[in-house]
């Protein structure tokens, strides 16, 4: 489709009016007649001094960006301006390459800078605005695709938007051009018209997505339609194309760790842990060996171009590091695949090495725009670089070829002809074999080899500002990770770590009983926590509570949680932002995974983790977190974060200790699976001997068990097998 016909078509979200007969009137503001005045502020950056990898990426931007506060909006109706807002995901690098087109025109920035008050906002911290995204496409029949090009007045209610099409970034400039002509006139036409239409139009979005809200069905048998979900998502993959259909080009983290929680889970049907555990396996058998895992500097990347997993997209970022490190270590658990161990505690490791701050907490990390290129290889590359012994067991290792190894279908341009991306076919215990030495003596050799390609590649790539900024998801994230490789290794040093982690994090991101995103204050529509950060909390310190059997992290979860019931609550649904925090006035709520996992998701986990312990949350937010939606059955990797959720919740594996457990028992409880076990002290009604532990599994007879073996059989018979 041509660029201009796109544009046209995107448009459709533009106020539609006839202003032959309108003339243009002052704006009445409290009952004068006003003339525009310019605020001093718009003359220059606004975003400079806030914290964040986003703002301070285009902290020096010759476009005069303002932040997202009621302070902007009153700019905007003083000034007799519409903002033009630019919403940005910053775990998406294509922002940087959108915004680096406006700025290079300097008659756009000048457009900009002289007609609307731009206003750029992160869609991660301000999440309810980055959900908005989804919606506002859905309307103009156009896919989702970050940054979004929003046109709004000062009273928060949308004109025109269009999102950038990643695959059209060199027409940018002539999309905003378009767009900007047509909207500019809109205004200086009839602007009192296009405030009054746009008012009336956000009322019917509004009383749209309050319909929405509270049409959805729940289901009245959520055991049973959360198995019938199980069947459904474990069918989707198909061993024969190696494809997995639904899941779209993001590494399957919710989906493969459902799977793999779901093979070992005792209470369900052998037949369902069966097919779960099939799959689980053969997506790691596609997974693993993949480019997706760079095996120079064992981080993975979070999505793929194509539809094989031969070309990654080149971007990382710290959350999603996190997450596939938690969810390699639930398909170790489940299948004692070596591999997925080794590549989970590779990811921890990348982590650390590129996101850890000088405050001892963790920044989102952004990604810098680089061509695919300068990821790849050639085999003249490698044979230029290693000795020729070693350039022979890499080159095989790799699957490189002469003439490239991306498929046909993944590469059909053959854009990137005698490029090879790198993925490890094997283990390098198996390649050590295959060159007849122990592994004792190869590794020097092994790690020498990709010392020298790592750092060849980085001079090819140049130089990536690190992001500094401390960032309460990827901290909190990065918790649950340490606290996931704890429970999988036994390693203490991995409990320690999440320790001090969540201690700094509590410490930095708590303002008494709220949670704010960023390190340093920020006006409330900007750094306030949203409902997401606060359930990402209530996850970290139940599974630091889990692996330490300490109260305090069960009692700040509860804290949390009341917290949060007290700002997110509304009738019939679970607002995403605090109202002091709202600008936009649009019942804005988390119900899908749509670039993370959902609100609802970790809401309802939560809730189901806290009740077990008899710390059950508000009635009023716990009704709101425990329905399971019919729609769930028909889209189930869009909602495996809720169906993980039901799934402990309605098929409960409960651990009761004693007191005086002997260390190695109580060790053996700490390193069961954090999210579907629940685990918690003894009280003197349950009348449990001392040095014993009782065991609820699935709906079966309670066990009492003393020893770890007795512990994992009973709670695990599926891997004890």
């Not at 790691?284 to 993949?290: Q, V, W």
């Not at 949680?561 to 804005?588: G, Q, R």
Request: charged share 20%; net charge negative; proline share 7%.
């Amino acid at each position: 489709m041509l660029l201009q016909t796109w544009i046209a078509q995107a448009l459709c979200g533009l106020v539609l009016f006839s202003a032959s007969c309108r003339k243009e009137k002052p704006m009445e503001i409290g009952g004068n007649i006003s003339l525009p005045v310019v605020a001093p502020d718009l003359q220059s950056q606004g975003i400079s001094s806030l914290p964040g990898a986003l703002y301070q990426n285009q902290a020096s931007s010759p476009i005069h960006w303002q932040p997202w506060t009621r302070a902007t909006m009153t700019m905007a109706r003083e000034s007799r301006r519409l903002l033009f807002c630019v919403i940005v995901m910053p775990q998406q690098p294509g922002f940087q390459t959108a915004l680096d087109s406006l700025t290079r025109d300097s008659s756009c920035v000048s457009e900009i800078n002289d007609h609307y008050i731009p206003v750029l906002v992160d869609g991660d911290a301000t999440r309810e605005m980055g959900l908005l995204t989804a919606d506002l496409c859905a309307e103009i029949k156009q896919p989702l695709s970050p940054p979004l090009f929003l046109w709004m007045t000062h009273e928060g209610n949308p004109v025109a938007w269009i999102p950038v099409n990643q695959s059209e970034t060199d027409g940018v400039v002539a999309m905003f051009n378009q767009s900007h002509t047509m909207v500019s006139q809109m205004w200086s036409d009839s602007w009192d018209y296009v405030l009054k239409n746009s008012a009336m139009d956000n009322a019917n979005r509004r009383k749209r997505f309050e319909a929405r809200k509270i049409s959805r069905v729940t289901s009245n048998q959520p055991a049973t339609d959360v198995v019938r979900s199980l069947r459904q998502l474990s069918s989707l993959y198909d061993a024969y194309s190696r494809t997995f259909d639904e899941t779209g080009g993001l590494f399957p983290c919710s989906s493969l760790g459902l799977l793999a929680t779901s093979s070992v889970h005792p209470g369900l049907p052998a037949d369902v842990r069966s097919h779960c555990l099939k799959t689980t396996r053969e997506l790691l058998k596609d997974l693993l060996p993949s480019p997706m895992f760079d095996p120079l500097d064992g981080g993975v990347f979070q999505s793929r171009k194509g539809t094989t997993w031969d070309l990654p997209s080149f971007t990382r970022d710290c959350p999603a590091q996190a997450r596939v490190a938690e969810t390699l270590f639930e398909a170790y658990r489940a299948t004692r695949e070596p591999r997925a161990l080794d590549a989970a505690l590779g990811v921890i490791a990348f982590a650390e090495k590129n996101y850890l701050t000088p405050e001892g907490l963790f920044s989102m990390g952004i990604s810098v725009p680089t061509p695919a290129e300068k990821w790849m290889w050639s085999v003249e590359d490698i044979e230029k670089l290693l000795p020729p012994a070693d350039a022979t067991w890499w080159i095989k290792a790799t699957g490189m070829k002469g003439l490239g190894n991306l498929p046909s279908d993944v590469d059909p341009r053959r854009e990137f002809f005698r490029c090879n991306t790198l993925g490890l076919d094997k283990p390098m215990a198996e390649i050590a074999a295959d060159e007849g030495v122990s592994i004792e003596v190869f590794k020097p050799r092994f790690d020498a080899a990709k010392t020298k390609l790592l750092a060849t590649r980085e001079a090819r790539i140049g130089k990536i500002p690190l992001d500094v900024n401390p960032h309460a998801g990827a901290s909190l994230r990065m918790v649950s990770a340490y606290a996931a490789a704890f429970a999988t290794t036994g390693d203490a040093s991995y409990r320690e770590k999440a320790i001090t982690l969540i201690k700094k994090s509590r410490e930095t991101f708590s303002v008494g009983a709220r949670i704010r995103m960023f390190s340093k204050d920020t006006p409330e529509s900007i750094g306030a926590g949203r409902a997401f950060i606060y359930a990402l909390a209530m996850q970290a310190s139940l599974d630091v509570a889990a692996i330490t059997s300490d109260e305090q992290w069960l009692v700040w979860a509860e804290d949390l949680a009341t917290s949060a019931t007290e700002l997110f609550t509304a009738k019939d649904f679970l607002k995403e932002c605090p109202d002091d925090a709202k600008i936009i006035d649009l019942p804005v709520t988390d119900l899908v995974m749509l670039f993370d996992d959902s609100t609802a998701g970790l809401v309802s986990m939560a809730e189901c983790r806290l009740a077990e312990i008899g710390r059950p949350l508000v009635q009023s937010f716990s009704a709101l977190a425990t329905p399971m939606p019919t729609y769930i059955l028909e889209k189930p990797v869009l909602h495996t974060d809720l169906l993980l959720a039901t799934l402990a919740r309605h098929y409960k594996m409960v651990v009761i200790m004693g007191e005086g457990l002997s260390p190695a028992l109580k060790l053996a409880v700490e390193q069961l699976p954090l999210r579907v076990i629940q685990r918690r002290s003894a009280s003197p009604q349950d009348q449990i001997p001392a040095g014993t532990v009782k065991v609820l599994s699935g709906g079966g007879t309670p066990q009492m068990v003393t020893t770890p073996e007795a512990l994992r059989t009973a709670l695990l018979p599926a891997q004890a097998n």
